[in-house]
T-cell receptor, first 115, second 111 residues
Framework: GAVVSQHPSWVICKSGTSVKIECRSL??????MFWYRQFPKQSLMLMAT?????????EQGVEKDKFLINHASLTLSTLTVTSAHPEDSSFYIC???????????FGQGTRLTVV | KQEVTQIPAALSVPEGENLVLNCSFT??????LQWFRQDPGKGLTSLLL?????REQTSGRLNASLDKSSGRSTLYIAASQPGDSATYLC??????????FGPGTRLSVLP
C-alpha cells in the first residue's frame, strides 16, 4: 500500500511555544489530506481537511488560528500548533487520499506533550 | 451527520477463539468502510477496505462484511492470537469528505 510519513513521532514542548508536524505522502500524490486528533481512550476526531493549494476546512470547535495547516504541495501537509498549552497535549494523525475518494493511508501519528 | 458506533467496547478472549467485532453507522450513503488496527501509542494500520459496491473482503485470518442497507459491518477474526491484541477501529468514508471513526473495540487475546 501507499506510504504516508509523519514527523516527528513524538515531541515535548514548553507551554507557549509552537510545534510543526509534517505529513508526507512518499509514493503518491495526495490531493486531500486530513488531520485528526485523539485524546486518551477516545477515538479519532477530524480537525481539518486540507486540499493542495487552497485553505484548509476546519471542523466546528477547532481554532484555525491555533492549528495552522499548510498544504503547499501534493506530497506535503503541515500542522502547526501555535502557542501550545497543556490541553493541546494529544495524539495527532494525518491521512492522505488519492483523488479525494479512495482508501485512506495514515501516518504513524505524533504524540505531543506540552509541559 | 454520520455517527459510527462499535460493540463491544472491550473484549477479552483466550487464544484460538474466533471472534466478531461489530460496527454500525447511521448514514448508509458511504463510499467505503475501512477497518483499522491501532496499537497503544501508535498510528493506524489499515486492515481491510470494503467499497460500497462490495459485500465483504478477506485478508488472511480477517474477514470484513458490509451491509449498507442495515448500516452494519462486522470484522471476523479467526483463530485469534496474542499478537492480535490491539484496538480495532472502523471508519465510514463519507464520499471523500472525511472519515468518521467509531470509538473502537479494545481486544485482548490471552495466551
Amino acid at each position: 500500500g501507499a506510504v504516508v510519513s509523519q514527523h516527528p513521532s513524538w515531541v515535548i514542548c514548553k507551554s507557549g511555544t509552537s510545534v510543526k508536524i509534517e505529513c508526507r505522502s512518499l509514493d503518491f500524490q495526495a490531493t486531500t489530506m486530513f488531520w485528526y486528533r485523539q485524546f486518551p481512550k477516545q477515538s479519532l476526531m477530524l480537525m481539518a481537511t486540507s486540499n493542495e493549494g487552497s485553505k484548509a476546512t476546519y471542523e466546528q470547535g477547532v481554532e484555525k488560528d491555533k492549528f495552522l495547516i499548510n498544504h503547499a504541495s501534493l506530497t506535503l501537509s503541515t500542522l502547526t500548533v501555535t502557542s501550545a498549552h497543556p490541553e493541546d497535549s494529544s495524539f495527532y494523525i494525518c491521512s492522505a487520499q488519492v483523488g479525494g475518494v479512495s482508501e485512506a493511508f495514515f501516518g504513524q501519528g505524533t504524540r505531543l506533550t506540552v509541559v | 451527520k454520520q455517527e459510527v458506533t462499535q460493540i463491544p467496547a472491550a473484549l477479552s478472549v483466550p487464544e484460538g477463539e474466533n471472534l466478531v467485532l461489530n460496527c454500525s453507522f447511521t448514514d448508509s450513503a458511504i463510499y467505503n468502510l475501512q477497518w483499522f488496527r491501532q496499537d497503544p501509542g501508535k498510528g493506524l494500520t489499515s486492515l481491510l477496505l470494503i467499497q460500497s459496491s462490495q459485500r465483504e473482503q478477506t485478508s488472511g485470518r480477517l474477514n470484513a462484511s458490509l451491509d449498507k442497507s442495515s448500516g452494519r459491518s462486522t470484522l471476523y477474526i479467526a483463530a485469534s492470537q496474542p499478537g492480535d491484541s490491539a484496538t480495532y477501529l472502523c471508519a465510514a468514508d463519507n464520499y471523500g469528505q472525511n472519515f468518521v471513526f467509531g470509538p473502537g473495540t479494545r481486544l485482548s487475546v490471552l495466551p
